[in-house]
Every structure is written in C-alpha cells, then in structure tokens.
C-alpha cells in the first residue's frame, strides 16, 4: 500500500492556458475523489468516480474543467483556459467499495499568474 | 446540503496542554472523519467514526451520532500537532464527503 499519489505536485501557469493534473490511487481502491481547496478553507467536492464511470459533478465543475478515469485506475483532471480564480490546492482520494474511509493524496498546488 | 461547523476557529496551546475540538453537523451521517493537515498541505487520517468513542496514542475522538456532533481529543499536545484539524461527513456510503472550516492549532514550546 503506497497510498494515493498526485503528479505535478506544483504547478505554475499563466491564465489561458490548460493544465492537466494525475492522480493515482491507491491499489484496488475503486472509487476516486476529486477536490478542491482555497486558502484558508476546507476541501470541496467536484467529482467522483467509481471504476470508469464518473457518477457525480460538483456545480463548481465548470465546463472548463474535465475529469476521466479511462481504466479504472489513475485519473486525470484538466482544466482549460485557466483564470486566476482556479489557483487552489488539488485533492484526489481514493476509497474502497464498502468502506467509506476516504484516504488523501498529497495535492497539486496550482498557481495561475 | 448538510452543514457542518467546527469550534473553535483558532487555537493557541502551550506544549503539554489538553484541548477539545468540536464538530456539528446538520444531518444524520454515515461517514465522520477526522483529519490533520500538515503544512505541506497532505490530509493526514487521524480516525473514522460515525459513532462511538475511539483513541489512538495521545489522540481521542468521540461522536454522538443521535445529537449531531463530534469531538476530537488532544492530551499533552506537542509541537507537531500543530496544523489545521478537520472534520469531515458524508450523507451516503461512497458519496462526497463535506468539510467544516477546521480548526488551526498552533502549539507553543
């Protein structure tokens, strides 16, 4: 058990462009969380995904932000034609079927100039 | 959606000081945790409990589930316990998971 891993854990760029983030879950962990946290509050949910299919969006999931998880196992979040607002930490988590325990990877931080 | 807050917002403790954090939730859960994030960001899993009493080390939580809140334990704080605590709920098994504001401890020497 590696725990769930998170690639780039930094990431600096300039509004307009896109942005792809990965995470890798923990193994045979069939459920994957995707959220998000701004400075000085607490995580929030945009997505989750069990195997393949993606089964919940968060409002905040703006047409500019896409999730996949082609394999059942890592997923990517892209966001395209970043704005300064989208600067926030990236959380993924990963969770077994039938237990709920949520376990965290260690974030991408996203800085958009 | 379910509302949840945590009490108080702001900590300062002097190393070997006890506390209690609380957290109170607006609806009945299946899912409670409590976590620690580091100042590196990562979200640390401290315990998972929708209710009873649990304790591990110098950590203790304890939920009651029928009135809706939680309460995170520390004894004999150390300097690495400082960072920011929160609790999390989730309304149904494999579902999102909602966070309160945390707490922010900082333990003093």
């Known amino acids: 058990d590696t725990g769930v891993s998170q690639n780039p854990r930094h990431k600096i760029t300039k509004r307009g462009q896109n942005v792809t983030f990965r995470c890798d879950p923990i193994?045979?962990?069939?459920?994957l969380y995707w959220y998000r946290q701004t400075l000085g509050q607490g995580p929030e949910f945009l997505t989750y995904f069990q195997n393949e299919a993606q089964l919940e969006k968060s409002r905040l999931l703006s047409d500019r932000f896409s999730a996949e998880r082609p394999k059942g196992s890592f997923s990517t979040l892209e966001i395209q034609r970043t704005e300064q607002g989208d600067s926030a930490m990236y959380l993924c988590a990963s969770s077994l079927t039938g237990r709920v325990e949520q376990y965290f990877g260690p974030g991408t931080r996203l800085t958009v100039t | 959606g379910i509302q949840v807050e945590q009490s108080p917002p702001d900590l300062i403790l002097q190393e070997g000081a006890n506390s209690t954090l609380r957290c109170n939730f607006s609806d009945s859960v299946n899912n409670l945790q409590w976590f620690h994030q580091n100042p590196w960001g990562q979200l640390i899993n401290l315990f998972y409990?929708?209710?009873g009493t649990k304790q591990n080390g110098r950590l203790s939580a304890t939920t009651v589930a029928t009135e809706r809140y939680s309460l995170l334990y520390i004894s004999s704080s150390q300097t690495t316990d400082s960072g920011v605590y929160f609790c999390a709920v989730e309304l149904a098994a494999g579902n999102k998971l909602t966070f309160g504001g945390g707490t922010r401890v900082l333990v003093k020497p």
């Open positions: 409990i929708p209710s």
């Open positions: 193994s045979e962990h069939n459920r």
